[in-house]
């Protein structure tokens, strides 16, 4: 089964909108973390927001926030106030295990293609 | 340099060639990745180094053959690679460690074509 589902393959926004980008994990251990990566056109992936499993509260990163809904196993990006450098392919990521205790496991899902318009 | 630098951005080569993928890490991280991202494929981990020393091997044929000289550089050594290796290898380094904060960063990548 899949560890990181990404239903969406493409997201279509106009400038200054929100979007919600969704994502769906599939683990069994109680501690883990949720990752949100870019990757522009030019390849590089950055990093954006981290959740952690026992983390109460969303994480937030200035325009970014990650929906954190535990029972359901999602992990969904909300980008507020899109803008035309937003347009890039958005992945999800999770590490299984505590913070910082296991080494590179992040399971990555296929990613959704993100353009904004106009 | 600041971040995860790779060299070279693009690459191309024949079967039957031999070259190598550098990365160069300057956050003082203590270990280092290799991953594959092919077109309509989830990104692959290939390899991880910690400290130096390879704690992770994911299956990855023999053609690729990683080196880490320090915690500062990983290498990818290809040889009579396939048409289907051809894709983008990105290399990320991060910090291990109890408490810390481990998100993975990554490099640009490398674009290689394999005719």
């Known amino acids: 089964a899949q560890k990181i589902t990404q239903t969406q393959p493409g997201m279509f926004v106009q400038e200054k909108e929100a979007v919600t980008l969704d994502c769906t994990y599939d683990?069994?251990?109680?501690?883990?973390?949720l990752f949100w990566y870019k990757q522009p056109s030019s390849g590089e992936m950055i990093f954006l927001i981290y959740?952690?499993?026992?983390?109460?509260q969303n994480a937030t990163e200035g325009r970014y926030s990650l929906n954190f809904q535990k029972a359901r196993k999602s992990a969904n990006l909300v980008i507020s106030a899109s803008q035309l450098g937003d347009s890039a392919m958005y992945f999800c990521a999770m590490r299984e295990g505590h913070r910082g205790s296991t080494l590179g496991r992040l399971y990555f899902g296929r990613g959704t293609q993100l353009t904004v318009w106009p | 340099e600041t971040g995860v630098t790779q060299t070279p951005r693009h690459l191309v080569m024949g079967m039957t060639n031999k070259k190598s993928l550098k990365c160069e890490q300057h956050?003082?991280?203590?270990?280092m990745y290799w991953y594959k991202q092919s077109a309509k494929k989830p990104l692959e981990l290939m390899f991880v180094y910690s400290l130096e020393e390879r704690v992770e091997n994911n299956s990855v044929p023999s053609r690729f053959s990683p080196e880490c000289p320090n915690s500062s550089h990983l290498f990818l050594h290809l040889h009579t690679l396939q048409p289907e290796d051809s894709a983008l290898y990105l290399c990320a380094s991060s910090q291990s460690g109890t408490g810390v904060v481990d998100e993975q960063f990554f490099g640009p990548g490398t674009r290689l074509t394999v005719l």
């Open positions: 956050l003082g991280h203590n270990a």
């Open positions: 683990t069994s251990d109680q501690s883990y973390g």
């Open positions: 959740q952690g499993s026992y983390d109460e």
